[in-house]
């Protein structure tokens, strides 16, 4: 552009610039692609950190579970004040339905709900999204739970619906990977939890006078 105004342009530096604007697309490729560490070593948790995590897993799934249900139309709240009184915000967003979807198949896969359970909670909710109105065929950032209206002002969050769209890919999987499994496979998960719960109630329960 300035050679063509007439300004005075270094050919040698132009061309220098040009070439490497011109390789930018190989530049991105070498960068973005993923490298091995040169001392690769898998981080083990210890088990208490296990015992934590797990317990903070049953903790999250226990909110999903007291406060997504028929009366909401299966969508999650975005979210629940406690203090100074319990207060449920009826509202969702696609990253808040995607998480809920995803917190489904977690807790089948760590035992927490069976095979059943799963189904019959990620098919309500689906059946509900079916039904939300919609701007060509993306959700809104904000539904009323109770009668699934667009909360003013109505628009579209391209973050979230990225968000919704990647869980709703996991979630698929992680249905494909559940149908192919043997019962023997599928009852694994509760009865590890049965087990982990049991022991969890052990270190609670207070010693004996």
Do not use: K
């Not at 203090?83 to 967003?93: C, F, M």
């Not at 069976?114 to 309500?124: D, H, K, N």
């Amino acid at each position: 552009v300035a050679a063509l105004s007439g300004a005075p342009v270094d050919g040698a530096a132009a061309v220098v610039l040009l070439a490497l604007w011109a390789l930018s697309p190989l530049w991105i490729w070498w960068a973005s692609a993923p490298r091995r560490p040169l001392l690769h070593r898998e981080a083990a948790l210890d088990p208490q950190g296990r015992d934590y995590l797990w317990g903070l897993a049953r903790d999250t799934w226990r909110f999903y579970d007291a406060h997504v249900g028929a009366a909401d139309n299966h969508l999650p709240p975005d979210n629940v004040q406690l203090t100074p009184h319990l207060l449920v915000a009826h509202r969702t967003s696609p990253t808040n339905i995607g998480l809920y979807l995803l917190a489904v198949a977690c807790a089948r896969e760590l035992g927490f709900i069976g095979l059943v359970t799963m189904t019959t909670r990620l098919s309500a909710t689906l059946d509900t999204l079916e039904r939300l109105p919609r701007w060509q065929g993306h959700f809104y950032n904000w539904y009323d739970t109770e009668s699934l209206v667009v909360l003013a002002p109505g628009y579209v969050s391209a973050v979230d619906s990225g968000n919704c769209s990647a869980h709703l890919l996991t979630v698929a999987r992680a249905c494909e990977l559940a149908a192919e499994m043997t019962p023997d496979e599928l009852a694994a998960a509760p009865r590890q939890a049965l087990a982990r719960t049991l022991q969890r109630l052990r270190v609670l329960q207070p010693p004996l006078a």
